[in-house]
């Protein structure tokens, strides 16, 4: 039944020192939603009451059995054959309805420990297996287990609405809510009813998918069909080698001759970033900018329209003033009024940046005697002009320095100073590959067994891309004294045995992201599973993750974990200097891209049910807000994905910029203190934040943790803003 609240793996895609192109990438939404599937097995397979049956297995399934071992079991990992998923999950969503029907059908008046308690104590042979499905199909998909998964997803999916849509348990959960009794119950739990009952509510309320999907089918067909051909060696003057032959294998792709630009960000914006030729580059940014809006078959504004009314329409049904209302109620910013304030006070000094970020680039092309004003097809242009004048940073001679093992080391080093945790090996644990391996974490002082921790660096066949985070198991007190098994991923290229492999400051910094995650769920300290470790508001959960990265960056990691792997000599402080500032390059345009689009999801849904025309409200906001003639929003209307191919980030594309305003302002208690190793604050910031899972408000707890609200000035000095 914790499927019903997504505790899901956290993802990071690309650099996370620039947070937003992280945040940017609808990879993460997209995972978010498998691991939510995987969570939610199936009711079509089996009909209630009926004994599961293991057809093709004679021996018991090992994927059901408790975890045995030590560490307080782990997962058998060992056992894992591919065709024993099928059968597991079908057994496994059968014991998980049976829970929930028991609960539901309780003769009993609903309390507390029948309903709540009995809810967060059902489904756990499920939890098992879809834990350890979710762990192949992120790093060990092969053909076999793709075959199992087609097979799999829409069952598990009729799973999942089969219990969100059980009426007499909503009934159960809502009288509990509703009930006196409430009152006397401890502060997580009155917690954990809000949560349950909104969850519920929220899953219920569920829209036709259909428009949403003609949405996303729409934006994929522009990007699948249209694309900019370049046909002689001319049309590809300044493109690098790899640009060119990515242009080559896109056009052998769509049997083409010659080059050709897709009608996809991966594709136009190294093109926008290097191509010399302005007036290619014109015609590739109108492609991409007008997917969606071209008045034919695949135009979305009518779309759009239609999905703000319906989502105005049961805002109002649900006794919400307007959508952003209702998707707000969750989260810290708890409304969005306070998401707006926010991001009007990133958006002014933004702005100012971006008319400084301008005079620069223009000045640049005066001087080459370009005789152009800029326009938004030349800033990638001539901002990475201005980077290679200004910042340029060769990755190579950082590397060096920059050794996966001495960084591991060095996490770990760092999480003792802080929460004093000890790293040990644990060999007699079986993985799902040679190349995994786990460390034992346990309290230093008391040797208390705190978790284990699962650590898989290297890409292979049949894991997915990027860097993330997943809890195997979560902490929590209602079924014993659970410990947490969190793990750690990355797709770094093996290097030759005996030679250290070298990672750049972008992948060094991901790894300190990931680890904050996995420090979020080791720390965890709660009772009940539902609110344990990262389970948190979507706002406030790259909060501890995005905060870690400040510590790779100060002087007793690099002088002791950052040192050369030939000569052992520590990196150089000029060079550090030199990193940070190609940090702050195009701050500008990075901000109001993203902002701008922010801005735009929220006052749309702030709306109400005043009928929009997307092309004429995009205008008008966008003047309002004085956006720079220079840029054009990330996703303009006919094309955002985050906010219109489902719910999940509607009204809450300003969420990737709160993360990181908090993330700046909360280091800022470690500065104002003795440092980033001060005790007193580290001991708050475990006790307030990293502890506490979803057992309180967040905004009341980073009040507790710095004594005051988040204040912004910390981000605008990290992003280089003038104030
Ligand atoms: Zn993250």
Known sequence: MRALITRSSLLLFATAMIALVVADNLKTAGANAMKLTSRKPESSMLKEGETPALPDIAEPNPLLAQWEGPYG?????DKVQVSLFKPALAAAMSENLADVDKIAN???APTFENTIVALERA????????????????????????AVQREMAPKLAAFNDKITQNEALFQRIEAVYNSPAKKKLSSE????????YTNFVRSGAKLNGTDKAKFSQNVLAEEDGQFVALKSEADLAGLPQSVRDAAAAAATTKKQEGWLISNTRSSVDPFLTYSDRRDLREKVWRMFIMRGDNGDEHDNNSTVTQILQLRAERARLLGFTTHAHWRLENSMAKTPERAMELMMAVWKPAVARVHEEVADMQALADKEGAKIKIEPWDYRYYAERVRKAKYDLDQNE???????????EGVFWVAGELFNFKFTPATNVPVAHSDIRVWQVADKTSGKQIGLWYFDPYARAGKRSGAWMNAYRTQERVNGQITTIVSNNANFVKGKPGEPLLISWDDATTMFHEFGHALHGLNSDVTYPSLSGTAVARDYVEFPSQLMEHWLSTPEVLNKFAVHYQTGKPIPQELVDKIKRSATFNQG????EYLAAALLDMKLHLAGDKKIDPRVFEKEALDELGMPHEIVLRHRLPQFMHVFSSDSYSAGYYSYLWADVITADAFGAFTEAGGPYDKKVAERLRKNIFSVGNTIDPAEAYRNFRGRDPKVEALMKKRGFPS
């Not at 297996?129 to 979710?134: F, L, P």
């Not at 739990?189 to 349950?196: G, P, T, Y």
């Not at 950082?398 to 591991?408: A, C, S, T």
């Open 73 to 77: 079991g782990v997962p058998p990992f």
């Open 106 to 108: 309780d003769s009993a």
């Open 123 to 146: 489904g756990q042979t499920l939890e098992r297996v879809s834990t350890i499905y979710g762990v192949w199909g992120s790093t060990m998909a092969g053909p076999e287990f793709q």
């Open 189 to 196: 739990q009155q917690r954990l009813v809000w949560l349950d």
């Open 398 to 408: 950082v590397k060096p320095y920059l050794q996966l093992e001495k960084l591991r």
């Open 589 to 592: 345009f990075i901000t109001v």
